[in-house]
């Protein structure tokens, strides 16, 4: 029996049934709904607002927090699946669903009360609330806590001044998940667009992740009540456990990416033809190819130790930072590698490679650097920190 090439040890077969199903649905959504246009969306710098409903119906965002805030339930294997089909289309999806869900749903529902949770999870699951998460600035990109916004009681409400800087959603977000200083340590605060002294401004002349819509968010006196504090988030600890969910998504979803440009990477080889046999018949060229395959099947066993660890709540940040710096190094190995492989046509849109290649740059870059994770990974290692 021959194997998948892009699934060379079989591990859809390690998947449960619901794991299957979750899979085969965002893949078909991928394949019927995003790969038709996600390359003019790419090259005209538009973020494809009109799937956001679809994903929504999908039960893509918020996946898997209870049912009574509209989430669908699902385990993190499945969300894990759902990042890594959203990804073989572009990583733009991905980083939308990781936002909405990881960076914005996870800590109202984590770090929130009662009435935030109800207030905000159902228009959120339904697609009609978008959120971005207000965490890097300036200067304040690896190190949070060196931001500078800061947020002041005063009577029964909180002031907000300070600025954040490469915020994924943030021109079209109805609420920001926002990381200020306070003197009593960072607090999050849920801060609602038309709020007056909030403001974005996106951001342009990107050569990555084009599909996604990226800003700059302004605070000048943004004054908020109580109620929009998130009472259980105090300290760095808030905000770096939203990150801990977004990479391990992050670490799941560039699968994806590298699957999609082997997939382009064997079809091409296979028709094109060099020297009057095809390219795929060349020692080189197999031993590339297979050199792909390697990398995929090493990230996809560590994906799904990775998501079996988190189910049964004994994942660690280290282990995440390991997932998120191994799989999309090799994720964007095999891109760069695949858009080599084809030659001239690897530079057109028309194929996959070059979107996919561009946008890894930035998926490896955002949600700590590859240096910040072998840093974290380090530090377990020898006890000692070299932050």
Same mark, same amino acid.
């Given at each position: 029996? $021959? &194997?998948?090439?892009?699934?060379?040890?079989?591990?859809? $077969?390690?998947?449960?049934? %619901?794991? /299957?199903?979750?899979?085969?649905?965002?893949?078909?959504?991928?394949?019927? /709904?995003? *790969?038709?246009?996600?390359?003019?969306?790419? %090259?005209?710098? /538009?973020?494809?607002?009109?799937?956001?409903?679809?994903?929504?119906?999908?039960?893509?965002?918020? +996946?898997? &927090?209870?049912?009574?805030?509209?989430?669908?339930?699902?385990?993190?294997? $499945?969300?894990?699946?759902?990042?890594? %089909?959203?990804?073989?289309?572009?990583?733009?999806?991905?980083? #939308?669903?990781?936002?909405?869900? $990881?960076?914005?749903?996870?800590?109202?529902?984590?770090?929130?009360?009662?009435?935030? /949770?109800?207030?905000?999870?159902?228009?959120?699951?339904?697609?009609? *609330?978008?959120?971005?998460?207000? &965490?890097?600035?300036?200067?304040?990109?690896?190190?949070?806590?060196?931001?500078?916004?800061?947020?002041?009681?005063?009577?029964?409400? @909180?002031?907000?001044?300070?600025?954040?800087? @490469?915020?994924?959603?943030?021109?079209? =977000?109805?609420?920001?998940?926002?990381?200020?200083?306070?003197? %009593?340590?960072?607090?999050?605060?849920?801060?609602?667009?038309?709020?007056?002294?909030?403001?974005?401004?996106?951001?342009?002349?990107?050569?990555?992740?084009? +599909?996604?819509?990226?800003?700059?968010?302004? #605070?000048?006196?943004?004054?908020?009540?109580?109620?929009?504090?998130?009472?259980?988030?105090?300290?760095?600890?808030?905000?770096?456990?939203?990150?801990?969910?977004?990479?391990?998504?992050?670490?799941?979803?560039?699968?994806?990416? +590298?699957?999609?440009?082997? !997939?382009?990477?064997?079809?091409?080889?296979?028709?094109?033809?060099? #020297?009057?046999?095809?390219?795929?018949?060349?020692?080189?060229?197999?031993?590339?190819?297979?050199?792909?395959?390697?990398?995929?099947?090493? =990230?996809?066993?560590? +994906?799904?130790?990775?998501?079996?660890?988190?189910?049964?709540?004994?994942?660690?940040?280290?282990?995440?930072? &390991?997932?998120? @710096?191994?799989?999309?190094?090799?994720?964007?190995?095999?891109? !760069?590698?695949?858009?080599? *492989?084809?030659?001239?046509?690897?530079?057109?849109?028309?194929?996959?490679?070059?979107?996919?290649?561009?946008?890894?740059?930035?998926?490896?870059?955002?949600?700590?650097?590859?240096?910040?994770?072998? *840093?974290?990974?380090?530090?377990?290692?020898?006890?000692?920190?070299?932050?």
């Amino acid at each position: 029996m $021959s &194997l998948a090439p892009d699934d060379l040890f079989d591990v859809r $077969s390690m998947l449960g049934e %619901e794991h /299957r199903a979750v899979q085969a649905a965002v893949a078909r959504f991928t394949d019927e /709904r995003v *790969l038709p246009l996600i390359g003019e969306a790419f %090259e005209q710098g /538009r973020f494809p607002r009109e799937l956001v409903g679809e994903m929504a119906g999908l039960g893509l965002l918020g +996946a898997t &927090l209870p049912a009574e805030y509209g989430g669908a339930g699902l385990d993190a294997i $499945s969300y894990g699946l759902i990042c890594q %089909e959203l990804e073989r289309g572009d990583s733009a999806l991905r980083s #939308f669903v990781s936002v909405q869900s $990881s960076l914005c749903m996870y800590p109202i529902f984590a770090y929130g009360n009662e009435e935030q /949770r109800r207030r905000w999870l159902p228009g959120m699951a339904a697609g009609t *609330l978008i959120g971005c998460f207000g &965490l890097t600035e300036a200067e304040g990109g690896s190190d949070p806590s060196a931001m500078r916004t800061r947020a002041r009681r005063e009577g029964g409400d @909180w002031v907000i001044d300070g600025a954040k800087l @490469w915020i994924t959603n943030g021109g079209i =977000a109805d609420l920001a998940v926002v990381w200020a200083q306070t003197d %009593e340590g960072i607090c999050g605060f849920v801060v609602e667009r038309g709020t007056p002294g909030f403001t974005t401004q996106d951001i342009g002349q990107k050569m990555s992740l084009r +599909a996604s819509v990226t800003s700059a968010l302004f #605070f000048d006196g943004v004054r908020v009540p109580e109620a929009q504090r998130l009472p259980q988030a105090v300290g760095l600890k808030g905000p770096l456990g939203c990150l801990t969910q977004a990479r391990y998504g992050i670490a799941w979803g560039a699968i994806g990416a +590298a699957v999609a440009c082997l !997939r382009e990477a064997l079809a091409y080889a296979g028709e094109r033809h060099l #020297f009057g046999r095809p390219l795929a018949a060349n020692q080189a060229v197999q031993v590339r190819l297979a050199e792909m395959a390697r990398g995929i099947t090493s =990230a996809q066993l560590l +994906a799904l130790q990775l998501g079996q660890l988190k189910v049964a709540g004994r994942l660690q940040p280290t282990q995440v930072s &390991l997932a998120k @710096w191994n799989n999309c190094r090799m994720a964007l190995e095999v891109a !760069r590698d695949c858009r080599d *492989l084809l030659g001239a046509a690897g530079i057109s849109l028309a194929h996959g490679a070059i979107r996919h290649a561009l946008n890894l740059e930035s998926v490896i870059t955002y949600e700590g650097t590859q240096t910040i994770h072998q *840093l974290v990974v380090g530090r377990e290692l020898t006890g000692l920190s070299a932050f």
